[in-house]
């Protein structure tokens, strides 16, 4: 088996893939280089990396790397099965925005994985590679892992940071309301991170950043926070048709709304089905029970 590219996820701002190559490849003997865009990359195996002009460092999950826009290397065998890892090709704008200078090179060319951002990168690669993917919770996964990942080998190399030059606060204020009322008024809609920031004249990152520091929320929990509220005032009000409501609410099935539901409200959609006295009479008693149990 050859080295493989598989693109996962492709946005104006950044584009994730995998890289596979076999222990076999040619491409073990050569110099290779990175494409004219900045890199953070993910290891899923260990493997020797050299980028010409530094010395070779061995990369394994506990690791990041960052490559600068066409960046030459070489890599070494140190792993039966090859090299396995996920790629993150971010523009300038990102990386100025992490970093809150410069014009977008990065400083460093490997750093420390920070356990949060591993976890959040592979969350998003498991759900990019399922169909039916929620590319919302996806993006704003891999704009939080990048985000992180920077900061993080920027502690660790003593490279100094600062916030980017803000905007104002009233530009900020209604860049999250604008957000509130697009997802408020079209819930069960599968808008995209790069949909929502090109329709608000903004970028993705500095999108998902600000609203999630200003509400609470990340714009993928805020919208599905609004679809089980919803799926609850329908339940509530007789609603039968499960599978029907969430279609069209937007979930990809009906297991995918039960689970979100009994995550945020603690109890299965079927449970709170009802209404008049005996619906209302059944909330109560969901209210209730856990404190009756604890009596």
Known sequence: MACSISILLRTPELVVGRFLCSPDDPRWRTVNAVTPVAHVIFPWTSVVIEQLGTEAVLANPNHVLFFNPAQQYRRALHDKRGDDAIFVEVSPEIVAACLGWGNGELPFVHGPSDARAYFLHYAAVRELLHDGADTLHAEELIHQAVARSIGTAAAFHGVRTRPGRDRTEQERHRLVEETKSILTD???????????????????????????????????????????RIALDRLASGERDLAGLARG?????????????????????SVVRGSGRRGAHELRRIVEAPLSDSA
């Open 249 to 269: 609410l937007g979930f990809s099935s009906h297991s995918h709304f039960s689970s979100a539901f009994r995550s945020l409200f603690g109890v299965q959609p």
């Open 186 to 228: 079209h819930p069960s809609a599968r808008t995209t991170l790069g949909e929502l920031a090109r329709r608000l004249h903004t970028s993705e990152f500095h999108l998902a950043r600000v609203f999630r520091e200003r509400t609470g929320f990340t714009l993928h929990a805020y919208r599905t926070h609004l679809r089980l």
